[in-house]
């Protein structure tokens, strides 16, 4: 959120909470957006993912923070306005935004990064951070029944890696930092395994943004085998001879683009996957 949208008066048009700083305390923030124009839609915000992006961004984890900051980047709300051009939307459509703006480039020709709205069924509660799931997994090909998959850490992005896996057929190992997870993983998700052995997975999906021993993981891989990193932790740490004697890979993904996006909702209404919800108002 750029400074120069801000305002001291009671002229702003929207609402927001913001860091100012890099202890990253919240506060209401007034700024200004623009009308709506030609091909715009406006949404009345409702609710917002909260991840580790929330913890890293405005504490200046990374050292390029740019205050104010408002948070909340996968957002969903209903439509309140939109412009003449517009119509695969109309007023009181459920919708949701990605993460990405301003990203149309040469990765657009291959559904990657771009300005996109989509479409949500009313009763469907929808966190986009998720978005970043499934296309990791059908980039890498993990959706061949009868294979094995490993997920390491059972938050939002974990445990929806969890029932895409058992989704597509595979056999899920969940990895995390303690048994305080086990039932959940083992009873509500549906995992098959809570510990696994040594070189008993095709994939393992990372999504632990806090710093944890990869080598561990990548010894879990069969030959060919392929760690996917989806959190961002600060460092990893790597001795090559685990990757060159097994033939293993780690490679990394992030969120998906327009087209990836419609199919992951497509693909969720289809096998009635749903996120775990646990909603908490902006005041605490």
Known sequence: MSSENSTTNGSANCLGWATRDSFGVLSPYKFNRR?????????????????????????????????????????????????????????????????????????????????????????????????????????????????????????????????FGKAFGLKVTVFSTGMSKKDEALTLLGADNFVALAKSLDFIIDTASGNHPIELYMSLLKTAGVLVLVGVPSEIKLKPFNLITGKRSITGSVAGGTKQIQEMVHFCAAHKIYPNIEVVPIQM
Request: charged letters at 20%; aromatic letters at 6%; proline letters at 4%.
């Open 35 to 163: 009308d709506v124009q030609d091909d715009d839609v406006s949404i009345k915000i409702t609710h917002c993912g909260v991840c580790y992006a929330e913890v890293v961004w405005p504490r200046n984890k990374h050292g390029d923070a740019t205050y104010p900051i408002v948070l909340g980047h996968e957002i969903a709300g209903i439509v309140q306005e939109v412009g003449p051009n517009v119509r695969r939307f109309k007023v009181g459509d459920h919708v949701g935004v990605g993460t990405y703006t301003n990203s149309c480039t040469d990765r657009c020709t291959a559904s990657k990064y771009q300005k996109s709205i989509h479409w949500l069924q009313q009763h469907h509660c929808f966190v986009l951070a998720l978005l970043f799931t499934l296309p990791c997994m059908m980039d890498h090909k993990m959706n061949k029944p009868g294979k094995s998959l490993g997920v390491i850490g059972l938050g939002s992005l974990g445990h929806m890696a969890v029932k």
